[in-house]
Each structure stands twice: as C-alpha cells, then as structure tokens.
C-alpha cells in the first residue's frame, strides 16, 4: 500500500532525539495533501475546482444545530460515560437493528469520528505479525492503522464493479491472516458489496476464524435502494465483526467529530477501557447532536442522495465523453474512479504526475490513484460532493489537461 507522506520521523536533527519507530509507520491522507496546496494556490489568486476532499457542500440540519445549542444552553458540557450518552447509544442500535444487525445499546461504543472508531478496532484486532486483508485501492489510513498496531497490510483486489473481490479476498486468506477490513460503499471507487458477496465473506470469516473491521460509514449514501448491507447481520460474521459508522458524510456533521463501533458484546469492556484511555469521553453537546440527526428529520438523507445521483451522471458522462478515459459508475459515496491509463501510458506519465498537472497548470484539485493502493495507479479520484458548477467547470479543465497530452 502506498504511503502518501513521510512520517513525522523521516527529518532528523542532531539536537532532537528520535520519537518510536513505531510512529514511523504512519502514513497520512493524500487528499489532506491536495487541499493544502490548492489553498496555496488559491491565495495566490488562482481559480481551483476543489473535487479532493470527501466532505459534503451543505450544513448540518438545522434540528442538529439546534441539539447543540440547547445542549449547550443547559450547560450539557461536562464528563459523561465513556461509553456514550444512553440516547444516543439507543438510537444507534434503533438504526442499525434496521439493518438486520441484533445488537442493543449496550454494544455500542461512541469516538470522536469513525476514524478514531477504526483505530481502535485495528488495535483492539490486529496481533503483531498477523496479517490484515484491505482493500487496494481503499482509504489509505487503513493501511496506516494496520502497520502501527505491528500488522502486515495486505492488499486485496475489487472487482468488475468496483466493490471488493470476494474471490481475491478468499485466496489471500493464510495461516497469518487475523482481520479483514472492509469499506462499502467503498473509498475511492463508490464499488458495493451486495447481498450475495456478503453472505460468502460472512463464510470465509467464520471458517477462518478471522475479525472483521467493517467501515459503513457510506452506507445510506446509495442510488439503488435505501441502504448498502452490512456483514455484520449475517450469521457466522456477527459475532465476529467491529461494526464502524458515523455522522460525517450522510448528515454533513464533518467537523462534529462523531463516530461508534457497534461490537459482540464480550468485547465491550476492553474496548471502553480502549476509549477511557483514547479520548475520556466524548462531549455531550456533540452527542446530542448525533441522536437529533438519527431521531430527526431524514429529509438532509434523501435530497443529498438524488443531489448526488444527479452530479454522479454528469460527472460520469462528461468523464466518459473524453477520449482514451474509462469512469465506471459507482454505486453509492459520492466519489468517482476514472482511469486514465490509456491517455497516460504514451507519454510515459504516472497518476500522480497527471494529477499534479490537473492541479498547477488546470486548477483542479483531483488525488492520485495510487495515493489509495498500487492497484490505483492510473487512476483519479474525483469528489462529486461539491456543486454542480464546479463539475461542469472541472469537465471542462480535464478536458483540455486530457487534449494537452496529444499535442
């Protein structure tokens, strides 16, 4: 998997001692990197389509809003259980009951993002030198979290639609192999799991005795039916799977911060001792703001999904339309895969030459492929989170970054 920075450790300086070698392991988040230079760019007055970050162009609900403030008002901001507030926590199991999953409130477990939700379950999994299937292309910080907690990432294939393999995942399965993350609808491709793969994942685990890191944290964001499946309502996988989810993406909540693991319950305790040492608690004001987005209106849900089903064809049309690129059609999240390979490969070029080239010379601000894993290169990610306008203008610059390539 490819790591998209060097780590805090990689500069050394004789009056400084080193920090753990174990920090070296960490890798960061190639969009994070994309939107650090456009905004250079941008106050250098230049016009950049911002289509690098997975982050919703609209505010919270105005109910989510109004949960804090009143949490506030009442003075709702001090230590409460590590474990999460009892509504919120019921709320959780309400929604995820919903999907087939039979876990209660008392198997829930509230973090401040579904990020921190991963890394406490990668380390609450992953044995050293043990072996963690993830997906290649996929969200680079699973990669990250598996080397620092001394696991072995090992990458496995998506298949013609994008959504992962079951049968690479199955022939990937050996003695050393302990955990399997997945990410469906998945980060970058928008590729879905169906009923069907699930059930045999739900197999292999069981017969292989493996935990399973499942991050659904795209899972309302679909256009064909109401939710993506989880593996965590199928029998011989329940009972062995860490479920994570979030706030951010489907009720627009990015800087609130909220996420939970939904987990069996024997492993309940360790991972609350897991949060008590992590992060105490997580404020209560934010808590309440999760339980009004999962008790509340679902008005926010439907429209950014026919939104986003509007920018996801045009941006797939517009995309398809230029010579020598391939953009399948992702089944949910709100993020494209084109490949380029064809255009790039006589000029000798990589994906991240191409998309660095998108971005000084075109002003569109893409991430690398290969940023997601080696089987991304070629590739570019493109967020359709952002308006209308800024895809029609990014069409257009990738248009003519596509044409300068032939002259």
């Known amino acids: 998997m490819t790591s998209t920075r060097p780590s805090a450790t990689a ?12 920090v070296a392991q960490l890798s960061g988040e190639g969009a994070l990197d994309v939107f650090r230079r456009a905004t250079e760019l941008e106050r250098a007055g230049r016009s950049i389509v911002h289509l690098e970050l997975g982050a919703p162009d609209v505010d919270a609900p105005a109910h989510v809003l109004e949960a804090v403030m009143a949490a506030l008002r009442e003075g709702d901001a001090r ?11 019921e709320a959780i199991a309400d929604d995820v009951r919903s999907r087939g999953v039979l876990a209660d409130a008392d198997q829930v477990i509230v973090t401040p993002s ?11 999994t992953v044995e050293p030198g043990s072996e963690v299937l993830l997906p290649d292309p ?23 639609d ?35 793969a699930l059930a045999r994942l739900a197999e292999l685990v069981a017969r292989h005795d493996l935990r399973v890191v ?14 993506a499946p989880t593996i965590a309502a199928f029998d011989g996988a329940r009972e062995r799977t860490l479920l994570v989810d979030g706030f951010s993406k489907t009720y627009a909540m990015t800087g609130y911060r909220l996420g939970y693991l939904v987990v069996p319950r024997p492993w309940v305790e360790p991972l609350v001792t897991m949060a008590i040492n992590g992060h105490t608690c997580v404020p209560p004001f934010i808590q309440r703001a999760g339980a009004a987005a999962l008790t509340g209106s679902q008005e926010i849900v439907a429209s950014q999904v026919a939104t986003y089903r509007t920018r996801r064809d045009l941006l797939v049309r517009g995309l398809n339309a230029l010579p020598g690129v391939r953009c399948p059609v992702p089944a949910g999240a709100f993020y494209v ?3 380029f390979s064809d255009v790039l490969a006589p000029h000798g070029m990589r994906s991240r030459d191409f998309a660095r080239r998108l971005l ?7 991430i690398d492929g290969a940023a997601f894993g080696s089987r991304g290169e070629g590739r570019l990610r493109f967020s359709f989170a952002s308006a209308q306008a800024d895809l029609d203008a990014a069409i257009a610059r990738v248009g003519e970054a596509v044409a300068g390539l032939a002259h």
Do not use: W
């Open 214 to 227: 499942t991050d659904d944290i795209y899972s309302k964001l679909v256009f064909d039916g109401a939710r």
């Open 79 to 89: 230590y409460v259980s590590p474990q999460g507030l009892p509504v919120l926590r």
């Open 11 to 22: 500069v050394s300086h004789p009056d400084v001692p080193p920090l753990a070698a174990r």
């Open 138 to 160: 996929g969200f680079p910080i699973y990669p990250s979290m598996a080397r620092f907690t001394g696991g072995v990432p090992v990458g496995y294939a998506l298949d013609a």
């Open 162 to 196: 994008n959504a992962p393999d079951v049968d690479d995942i199955a022939a990937r399965i050996g003695p050393r192999t302990r955990v399997l993350c997945l990410n469906s609808p998945n980060n970058p491709t928008g590729g879905a799991l169906d009923t069907s």
């Open 337 to 339: 895969f084109p490949d």
């Open 360 to 366: 000084e010379e075109h002003g569109v601000a893409a």
């Open 114 to 124: 579904a990020k921190t939700a991963v890394f406490y379950a990668m380390l609450a």
